[in-house]
């Protein structure tokens, strides 16, 4: 192989890579996520379920509860969900209707909506969190040796990084 060849190799969009096979050991890693990641999220999801939220409801409050006083601008909880806004519209109707979510407009700007979590957010936050963290722990952490946990973590920041418009928040806590 060539020189020029072995530094292609490997980097995104590159003829050696996007030509090149999965070998064995990369298609038994490719497919084991694909084929794990929505059952994973299904499972978690369901286990969830018996709090009333959903896995994109409790990230709401996950997402609002990690700022200063739990309000946030709509446009920036879009893009933390990854939704449209007329997606973060439709999920957060039902949040506002049970009391856990207030739309608000912003004092420093009167054109900006916030999302602001409420008391009774906060409480059903409080609520879920201990249901999703046992899901979290059955499903995924404890079934890990600790430096598979640390390897996991080191794995999709590698991944997240290399996304486009996708920076990585350190210190998060994703409760």
Same mark, same amino acid.
């Given at each position: 192989?060539?020189?020029t060849? @072995?530094?292609? @190799? ?9 030509? =090149? ?10 497919? $084991?996520?694909?084929?794990?990641? $929505? ?5 978690? @999801?369901? !286990?969830?379920?018996?709090t009333?939220?959903? %896995? ?12 200063d006083?739990?309000a946030? /601008?709509?446009? !920036? %909880? ?9 997606? %973060?519209t ?6 506002? /209707? ?6 608000? =407009? ?11 979590? $409420? ?9 879920a ?5 046992? =899901?979290?722990?059955? /499903? ?17 920041? $590698? ?9 990585i928040?350190?210190? /998060?806590?994703?409760?």
């Amino acid at each position: 192989m060539s020189s020029t060849a @072995e530094r292609r @190799e490997g980097q995104p969009g590159s003829p050696v890579s996007a030509a =090149s096979p999965l070998d064995d050991r990369e298609l038994f890693g490719w497919r $084991t996520y694909v084929e794990t990641v $929505t059952d994973l999220s299904n499972a978690i @999801e369901a !286990d969830l379920a018996v709090t009333g939220l959903t %896995l994109g409801d409790y990230q709401v409050f996950v997402f609002l509860s990690e700022v200063d006083d739990g309000a946030m /601008r709509m446009c !920036d %909880l879009a893009d933390k969900l990854q939704l449209s806004p007329s997606g %973060l519209t439709r999920r957060l109707d039902g949040l506002v /209707r049970g009391g856990y979510i207030d739309r608000r =407009s912003s004092a420093q700007d009167r054109r900006v909506m916030l999302a602001v979590l $409420t008391n009774a957010g906060r409480r059903k936050l409080d609520e879920a969190y201990p249901v999703h963290l046992a =899901s979290v722990r059955r /499903r995924v952490i404890d079934r890990l040796s600790a430096p598979d946990v640390d390897a996991l973590g080191r794995i999709f920041a $590698t991944i997240q990084a290399a996304l486009p418009a996708r920076a990585i928040p350190t210190g /998060r806590s994703l409760r």
